[in-house]
């Protein structure tokens, strides 16, 4: 019985985040790297899964010598991933009660007769 060899190729992980702080796009980090997908829709997705792992401070994506955890910065105009994101608070938060006396309010209370005759306009 022959045994299969496997072609999966180790992430270079120290390229890919040398070419992320360069600001380098999906496609060039790549075909750099040879990361092409099957996908005919999203031939770069194994690039962005490796990054996106990188971002998130994953265990299994990326450590350095010293078995520590690394991550990467998001890059600017990118939202906030993973621990310790920064989340945007809205001023005041509206009580759903509050909310429907006001439209209850603007709209008049006009009964089920009424409005098939044509009135309440």
Known sequence: ???KKSTRKAINYAK???MWEQGKSYEQMGQALGMKGNGKDDPWKPVRA???N???GKATAWKDGNSKVRTLKPRDGMRAIGVGKKVKKSTKPVKKALLKKA???SVPQVDGKTL?????K
Do not use: E, F, P
Request: cysteine-free.
């Open 103 to 105: 439209v209850k309010k």
């Open 50 to 52: 490796a990054v996106s």
């Open 16 to 18: 890919l985040a040398q």
């Open 116 to 120: 098939t005759a044509g009135g309440g």
């Open 54 to 56: 990188m971002l998130r």
């Open 1 to 3: 019985m022959a045994i």
